[in-house]
């Protein structure tokens, strides 16, 4: 079994992660404060069974001031994540024991703590079985470990939630229609007063089309958007798959969808 707990200093050993439940921190950047005032640094979950990619990515994660825990197989992933919550996990498809697949299949359930999938595989379809489990990106090996980590930041800025502390946005931050409401502030969204828990890439997206009622954007345009990575990188299919899953949550029948059509051979648009 190999849990650590990665340290900044290239000479430090690996040290076991302590044990007890973690709280999810707002994630807001790699060091964030405290209602005391004190600096909290967040953490990553890095789970892949290949020790060269933990060791450059647990290393690019850490000099950009991550607290960084490394597991290298399902079985003791799904362990850890049962008694911790981290700020953001970098996930491997193809693991030892239980899959990468499987593992966000189980944090979804509970949790929509932001997911970054790593994979080997270039089928399309890994990639979006991935985001239709909930993952919010992927990146496929090999891959530069500065496109890594900056879309980590990317994933974290747009996670960032309401709390005690924590910097309130701009006015007019609520959005609401007939029978929707979306709070920019908070992040929440509900469906006829009722909560609907999004990712959060699944809450960018629909912000971004909520803010331009009836306005037809292309999916290249919603990636630039809410994708903050570079155009190699990006798939349009990233754009399909996200908003299936947010009419599967929104819609009371998501093959006719009520907030979010298609322009066929365009895009999509949000309806108020």
């Known amino acids: 079994m190999t849990i ?4 900044l200093h290239p000479a430090q050993p690996t040290q076991p992660f302590p044990g007890g439940p973690s709280r999810l921190r707002p994630p807001v950047g790699a060091g964030v404060s405290s209602p005391d005032g004190s600096e909290v640094r967040q953490t990553i979950l890095v789970v892949d069974d290949e020790p060269m990619v933990r060791e450059v990515v647990c290393r690019y994660l850490q000099l950009d001031g991550f607290e960084v ?3 290298d197989n399902g079985d003791d992933a799904v362990q850890w994540l049962e008694s911790h919550l981290p700020d953001l996990v970098v996930l491997d498809v193809m693991l030892p024991g239980v899959d990468g697949f499987e593992i966000i299949r189980q944090l979804r359930s509970r949790s929509a703590v932001p997911v970054i999938m ?10 979006i079985v991935g985001l239709e489990l909930g993952a919010d990106d992927y990146v496929v090996k090999p891959f530069s470990p500065r496109e890594l980590t900056a879309r980590v930041k990317t994933v ?3 996670a960032v939630t309401a709390v005690p502390g924590a910097p309130e946005a701009t006015p007019s931050e609520e959005l609401r229609f007939d029978g929707l409401a979306i709070d920019l502030r908070t992040r929440e969204v509900f469906v006829d007063g009722e909560p609907v828990e999004l990712t959060p890439k699944e809450f960018d997206l629909l912000a971004r089309l909520a803010q331009a009622p009836r306005q037809v954007f292309t999916r290249r345009q919603l990636l630039e958007a809410v994708w903050d990575s570079a155009p190699e990188y990006q798939d349009p299919a990233t754009v399909t798959v996200h908003v299936g899953r947010i009419r599967q949550k929104l819609e009371a029948d998501p093959g006719a969808p009520r907030w979010i059509t298609t322009a066929r051979g365009v895009g999509y648009r949000f309806e108020p």
């Open 4 to 7: 650590s707990m990665s340290g």
């Open 118 to 127: 790593l994979t080997a595989r270039a089928d399309e379809t890994d990639r």
């Open 69 to 71: 825990v490394e597991v």
């Open 156 to 158: 974290l800025r747009r």
